[in-house]
C-alpha cells in the first residue's frame, strides 16, 4: 500500500522542489500543507505518516506543530526541511522527536539516504 | 538607459523568497557560530519597488531610530545590485560585546565592527543566492551610508540610477541580545529579467 506523504512549506516552489526531490518509483500518496495547522489537520486525515516539514511559517510554525505532534503522539514521521541550519535549531527539532534534519535545498540523493536510514524505502 | 517594462508575477516572488529563506539561514548560521549565539530568522520580505520607497521597504526599523549603515555593490553573470546593512543604533553596544571589541566604542571602532558584520552577512548571502542561481558575484569595498543618523538621511544620501529596485529584506535578531539589524539586497532594474528569467528555469517542471 502506499505510504501517505505530507509536504509542508508556506513557499510553493519550496512544496514543489520538495515534491521533485522525493526518490523515484516510491509509491507514495502525496499531500501538501502550507502551515502547521494544515499540516496537523491533514495528519488528522491520515495524509501524513510521512512529514516533510518546513520551520519558518506563518500561522503555526514547524517548532509548534512538532511540539503538538509530540505532546498528542500522533501517528507522523516527521523530517524537518529547513533553511535553518543553526545547529541549535537541529538540536530543537530533534528532540522533539523529528527522525532528521535535511538542509534546504534538498536533493534527490539526500531524501533517499535519509528514507533508506530510516527503513522507509 | 534603454527603459524595460519590469514587474515579477507571484510564483517568481515566491520563489526569491525562498531563495532568499535558504541564503540567509546559510548567512545567520555562519553568524550564530562567529558570535556564539543563536539567530532568530524572520520570513524574507522580497517586493518589486520604485526606488523612492525604500524608506518603507525597511520594515524591520522605525524610521524614528537613530541607525547606522553601510552598503556594498555587487555584480555576476550581468547581475548588478547593492547590499545594504543598517543598524539601529541600540544594538551596536551588544555588539560590540559579542565581538569582544574594547568596552570604550568610539566612532571608528563602531566602523570597523560594521564593517565586520557587513562582510559576513552580505557575503555569506550573496554566495547563497548564488549558488542557487548559478553565479558568482563579485562584491566591492563597503561604505559607510551614515552613523548615528535618522532612517531617512541614510537612504537620502544614497542615489541610484534605477527607477524599480527588487528588494529582498531580511531583518536579523539575535536571540537573549538587544540586536536588530536589517539586511536590504537591492537587484538593479536591467537585472530583473536576468533574475526572472534564471527563476523560470527553477520553477518548471
Known amino acids: 500500500m502506499a505510504i501517505s506523504v505530507l509536504i509542508c512549506d508556506d513557499s510553493g516552489f519550496a512544496r514543489k522542489q520538495m515534491a521533485r526531490a522525493l526518490p523515484d518509483n516510491w509509491d507514495v500518496e502525496i499531500s501538501f500543507a502550507c502551515n502547521g495547522e494544515e499540516a496537523l489537520q491533514a495528519i488528522a486525515e491520515g495524509k501524513g505518516e510521512v512529514v516533510f516539514l518546513d520551520l519558518t511559517m506563518p500561522v503555526m510554525d514547524g517548532i509548534q506543530t ?35 534534519f535535511i538542509q534546504k535545498p534538498v536533493s534527490k540523493a539526500k531524501s533517499t539516504e535519509v528514507l533508506k536510514r530510516f527503513g522507509l524505502l | ?43 524574507p520580505v522580497v517586493n518589486l519597488i520604485e526606488v523612492n520607497e525604500l524608506r518603507m521597504a525597511l520594515s524591520g526599523i522605525e524610521a524614528s531610530d537613530k541607525v547606522s549603515g553601510v552598503c556594498q555593490g555587487f555584480i555576476g553573470n550581468r547581475i548588478s545590485g ?22 570604550e566604542l568610539d566612532t571608528s571602532v563602531e566602523l570597523e565592527l560594521l564593517m565586520d558584520v557587513a562582510n559576513i552577512l552580505i557575503g555569506a548571502c550573496l554566495r547563497g543566492i548564488g549558488s542557487q542561481l548559478d553565479v558568482t558575484f563579485s562584491q566591492g569595498h563597503p561604505v559607510v551610508l551614515g552613523q548615528h543618523v535618522n532612517l531617512p538621511e541614510l537612504i537620502s544620501t544614497n542615489h541610484y540610477r534605477w527607477s524599480k529596485t527588487l528588494a529582498i529584506e531580511i531583518n536579523y535578531k539575535i536571540e537573549g541580545y538587544n540586536i536588530n539589524c536589517d539586511l536590504l539586497l537591492l537587484f538593479a532594474e536591467d537585472a530583473i529579467n536576468v533574475l526572472n528569467n534564471k527563476v523560470n528555469y527553477l520553477l518548471e517542471d
Not at chain 1, 505532546?71 to 507522523?76: C, F, H, K, R, T
Not at chain 2, 543604533?89 to 569582544?100: H, N, V
Open chain 1, 66 to 100: 512538532l511540539t503538538h505532534i509530540k505532546e498528542n503522539d500522533l501517528n507522523a514521521m516527521v523530517i524537518v526541511v529547513s533553511g535553518d541550519i543553526q545547529p541549535e535549531a537541529q538540536a530543537q527539532v530533534t528532540q522533539l522527536g523529528a527522525l532528521d
Open chain 2, 1 to 43: 538607459m534603454n527603459k524595460v517594462n519590469v514587474s515579477i508575477s507571484e510564483d517568481q516572488r515566491d520563489c526569491y523568497q525562498e531563495i532568499a529563506n535558504i541564503a540567509m539561514g546559510q548567512a545567520a548560521a555562519l553568524l550564530a557560530k562567529l558570535l556564539d549565539v543563536k539567530v532568530i530568522l524572520p520570513i
Open chain 2, 82 to 103: 547593492e547590499a545594504l546593512l543598517i543598524f539601529n543604533d541600540a544594538s551596536l553596544g551588544d555588539i560590540s560585546q559579542l565581538l569582544k571589541y574594547p568596552d
